[in-house]
């Protein structure tokens, strides 16, 4: 297939790039800036809606990986717009410039997150789950309705509802590794909170099989099928990394260090992959010792 793909520098994006030329696959990259090197690249501007439709001919998938991370800073009412509109303008400009163009292609997978669920408690959450009422819900929410245009013209669209993506050079892991190394890590809160996770590698191959699959279409939920309490994932990182969790960061602690983040940060969300599950994908990395032993050799 010839696949374009935004966000293709990225921490997801590096390894989609490669797996998929590695499958045969002909990829173009979507870049703010020219390429260098052998790179096929189209450049665009989200942040001014400039995008050239003529380049955007022919393709038979697109794969839309931009958007500001949630929690990167705290969250200004200036940084909850640049959340809100760098992820639902960006896929509603992309999203209106494929259409434009000569030949759409037939698949448009657009990123999502496990934040459209909200804080769920112990509720275990599908495809057909309800979505949450917190910002982060309304956000994710809107940033899926984004591609209903690209979805009513025939185009087969993928929302894909990530999980927190386990690798040791970017995401969560690259921040937690070195408090956990000096032994100083432990559980946030209570520790009863549910993290749906996934490997990077599986992240990568999930994306690949639902791009090839087409019977696959709307939200999917892309997590291992085993989601873990906080403590749970704590106590399996101590264990990785050899070093004993003692540590507790209190509500109160991580309120005081980042504001109403630690409102996300602390949301249980406990996401199963049906859609994947039921579609015959396998996990390479299905439980969490699994997935860290791998990711702390992830480069």
Partial sequence: MRVLISGSSGFIGSPLVRHLRASGHTVTRLVRSTSTGEDSSITWDPERGEINTADLGGFDAA???????????????????????????????????LLAS??????FICASASGYYGDRGDEVLTEESEPGTDFLSGSTVAWERATDGIA????????????????????????????????????????RQYTSWISRRDVVRAIDHVMVNGSISGPVNVSSPVPVTNSEFTSALAKAVRRPALFIVPRLALRIMQGEVTDAVLSSVRMQPSILTNSGFEFDHPDIASA????????
């Fill in 292 to 299: 860290l032993a791998w990711a702390l050799n992830d480069r």
């Fill in 152 to 191: 009513s013209a025939g185009v087969r669209v993928c929302n894909l509802r990530f999980g927190l993506v386990l690798g040791a050079s970017g995401g969560v892991l690259q921040r937690l590794l070195p408090i956990f190394r000096l032994g100083l890590g432990g559980r946030l809160s209570s520790g």
């Fill in 63 to 97: 794969i839309h990986l931009g958007g500001e991370n949630m929690a990167n800073r705290r969250w200004s009412q200036a940084q909850k717009d640049r959340i809100h509109n760098s992820r639902i303008d960006s896929a509603r400009i992309l999203t209106e410039a």
């Fill in 102 to 107: 000569p030949n759409p292609p037939s698949i």
